[in-house]
C-alpha cells in the first residue's frame, strides 16, 4: 500500500503545548482544563480573540513544536507498516511561515521535529519515504492524487471526504468515533501484531536471533507472545494497546515491576527492557500455565501476594499514583458509575434495548442504591471524605484467575500490572467477588472476605461496614463494564481487530445485556443484606 498521513494533529499531538503555552502567553490561567478545540473557542471570544488565537498557533507550530508528542501507537503503526513493505508518505498542510509572523518558519522545525522522533530521515533507512508540505488545501489535494495513494489518514473531514480526491483513496478520519485512536486504524489496516513482528523486534532490540514464536493471548489491551530465543532463555514480548482514558500502560507497568522486585517481590514478570516508541516490554518467559479455578489454597495465595503489597506501601512512597479508576471514598464511586452512564449515552440512542434497561432498570436501582449507602455510611467518615493513605493499599486493580499463572510445584505468579497502584482494599476486595471470570460463590465469597478483613480490619475499623456498603454499588459498576461492548471503542476493537462481523457483533452485544440484567437482579435482590458474612 501507499500510505499519506497528515502531520499537525495527526501524526503530532500539541494538546499540552497549546495549554502550557496559552498559560504562558496570559491567555489562560493555570487551573484551567479542556482540549484544543475547547482552547482556540475560548480564545477566540477574548478581545481580539482570532488575532491571538493565529498568534498562539504561530508560537506552537514554530519553537514550541519541540515539546510537541507523537500521537500513541503512531510510531507502532509506521514501524510495523515499513516492515511489511508499505511506502509511507507525509501529506501536509502547511505554510513557510506562520500568518501574522514572517519572521518564524513552520517547515524546518517540523522536519526537525521528525528527525528527533525517528521518524525521517533523508539518508538512512527512514519510516517515511518522503515529507510533503503544502500551502493551500487545494494543493494538498491534488499531491495526494498525484501521488497515487491507496490511503489517506488526516484529522481533518474536509479532507478525508474531499470531493476532488480519487475514488480508490480509503480515507481515516483520524479523531473521529471510528478510528478515535492509532490502535484502531493499526488494527484495520495491518491487522493483528504476529509472528513477524515478533521477529523484527527481537533482531532490532539486539535480543538474540528468535527461532519459534507463538501468542499467549491476543485481545483487550495487549498482544502478548512466547519468543524462543537461540542458545538462550525464551522471552515474552508484550505489545500494549493504549486509548484515551489510559494513555500509558507500558510506563505504569514497568514501574511497578520495578518496585515491586526492588522489594523483593519475585514471583512476578523479570522484566529485560521496555522500548518506549514501540510501546512495548519484553519479560523472560514464566514457566507456568493458567489457573482455571479458583480453590481455598489459590485463595490464600493471593491474599498473601496482597498482603504482602500492603506491608510495602510505605516503601514504594506515597508519590507513588493511584490505581486506575481507584475509588477513595463513595462519591468517587458515584462518579464511577455516573461516567461509564455517559461512555455509554450514545450507545443507547442507537440501541432500543440497551436504553431501555439503562433508563427504566439501572438508573432507578442507582439512585435508590445512592441514597442507601449515604445513609448506611460508617457515622465516623463522611461519604465523600478521600480515605487517608495509611488505610489504603497498593493492587494490581485487575486482580483475577485471568493475571494468575500457576507452576508445577504450585507457585502462583502474578501478571499483568498495568493499572497498579493505591486504592481503597475495599475496591480490591470488591472487585475480585463480581469479577465474572473468578466465578466466585458464595462459600468462596465468605472465605475471600474472612481473608481480606484479617489483613485490612485490624489497621481500618471501618473497612467491614464499608465493604457491606460498598459491594452492592461496586456490582453496578460491574453491571456497566459487562455492557462496554456496547461503546465505540469496542466496536473498534471487535470490527477492526478481532474480524467480527457486524451480525456477530449484534450477538455479542446480546449476550452481554442478558448478563448485565442477570447481575442486576441479584443485587437488587441481596444489597441490603451483604451474602458473604462468614
Known amino acids: 500500500m501507499r500510505i499519506g498521513i497528515d502531520l499537525d494533529n495527526t ?27 475547547q482552547l482556540r473557542d475560548y480564545v477566540r471570544k477574548l478581545p481580539r480573540g482570532e488575532y491571538k488565537w493565529q498568534q498562539l498557533q504561530g508560537y506552537v507550530y514554530a519553537e514550541a513544536i519541540v515539546n510537541a508528542e507523537l500521537f500513541s501507537g503512531a510510531f507502532r503503526f509506521l514501524w510495523r507498516a515499513k516492515h511489511r513493505g508499505h511506502k509511507l508518505f507525509i501529506v501536509s498542510h502547511k505554510t513557510k511561515f506562520p500568518h501574522h509572523d514572517p519572521s518564524k518558519k513552520l517547515r524546518v522545525p517540523a522536519i526537525n ?52 480526491l ?30 513477524d513482528d515478533c521477529f523484527k523486534l527481537i533482531n532490532q532490540l539486539s535480543l538474540g536471533k528468535a527461532i519459534s514464536c507463538h501468542p499467549y493471548s491476543n485481545g483487550g489491551n495487549s498482544s502478548v507472545w512466547k519468543v524462543g530465543v537461540e542458545n538462550a532463555s ?38 529485560v527492557l521496555t522500548d518506549e516508541k514501540i510501546e512495548v516490554s519484553v519479560f523472560y518467559h514464566i514457566d507456568a500455565g493458567v489457573v482455571d479455578v479458583l480453590n481455598e489454597g489459590k485463595l490464600r495465595k493471593v491474599a498473601s501476594f496482597i498482603e504482602r503489597l500492603n506491608d510495602l506501601k510505605k516503601e514504594f512512597g506515597t508519590d507513588f499514583p493511584l490505581a486506575s479508576a481507584a475509588c477513595l471514598n463513595g462519591v468517587d464511586i458515584v462518579k464511577q458509575i ?5 461512555n455509554l449515552q450514545n450507545s443507547c440512542l442507537d440501541n432500543h434495548d440497551l436504553g431501555g434497561f439503562i433508563l427504566d432498570r439501572f438508573i432507578p436501582l442507582f439512585k435508590e442504591l445512592e441514597s442507601w449507602a449515604k445513609c448506611n455510611w460508617p457515622s465516623r467518615l463522611n461519604f465523600n471524605t478521600p480515605l487517608e493513605i495509611t488505610k489504603q493499599t497498593l493492587t ?49 465469597g465468605k472465605y475471600w472476605v474472612l481473608l481480606m478483613t484479617n489483613i485490612f480490619a485490624r489497621e481500618d475499623h471501618t473497612f467491614s461496614t464499608r465493604l457491606r456498603i460498598s ?51 441479584f443485587i437488587k435482590l441481596n444489597y441490603q443484606d451483604f451474602p458473604y458474612h462468614s
Open 471 to 521: 459491594w452492592p454499588l461496586y456490582g453496578l459498576c460491574w453491571c456497566l463494564i459487562l455492557l462496554n461492548e456496547f461503546s465505540i471503542n469496542n466496536w473498534q476493537k471487535k470490527i477492526q481487530f478481532k474480524g467480527c462481523s457486524r451480525k456477530e457483533y449484534g450477538e455479542v452485544k446480546y449476550v452481554q445485556l442478558q448478563k448485565a440484567n442477570k447481575l442486576l437482579d
Open 113 to 164: 521535529w521528525l528527525k528527533e522522533k525517528g521518524i525521517y530521515d533523508e539518508h538512512h533507512d527512514s519510516l517515511i519515504e518522503k515529507v510533503y508540505f503544502l500551502s493551500t488545501q487545494k494543493e494538498k489535494i491534488n499531491k495526494i492524487n498525484e501521488l497515487n495513494l491507496d490511503v489517506i489518514i488526516d484529522d481533518l473531514k474536509e479532507v478525508v471526504e474531499h470531493p476532488l
Open 338 to 342: 455516573d461516567n461509564r452512564l455517559l
Open 234 to 271: 525464551p522471552l515474552a514480548i508484550k505489545f500494549y494497546y493504549n486509548d484515551l482514558n489510559h494513555s500509558d500502560r507500558r510506563v505504569n507497568e514497568a514501574r511497578a515491576i520495578k518496585a515491586m522486585r526492588h522489594n523483593g517481590i519475585d514471583n512476578i514478570p523479570n522484566m
Open 396 to 444: 494490581p486493580s485487575d486482580l483475577g484467575v485471568h493475571n494468575l499463572l500457576e507452576a508445577g510445584n504450585g507457585d502462583i505468579f502474578f501478571i499483568d500490572f498495568e493499572y497498579f497502584g493505591f486504592d481503597d482494599p475495599v475496591k480490591t476486595t470488591s472487585d475480585f467477588l463480581w469479577h465474572p471470570k473468578n466465578k466466585i460463590d458464595s462459600s468462596m
Open 166 to 195: 480519487k475514488n480508490n483513496i480509503n480515507s481515516f478520519h483520524f479523531g473521529s468515533k471510528e478510528f478515535s485512536s492509532w490502535i484502531g486504524i493499526e488494527n484495520y489496516l495491518l491487522k493483528g501484531i504476529d509472528q
Open 11 to 37: 501524526l503530532i499531538c500539541y494538546d499540552h503545548v497549546f495549554h502550557s503555552c496559552a498559560i504562558s502567553l496570559g491567555l489562560i490561567v493555570g487551573g484551567w482544563s479542556g482540549n484544543k478545540e
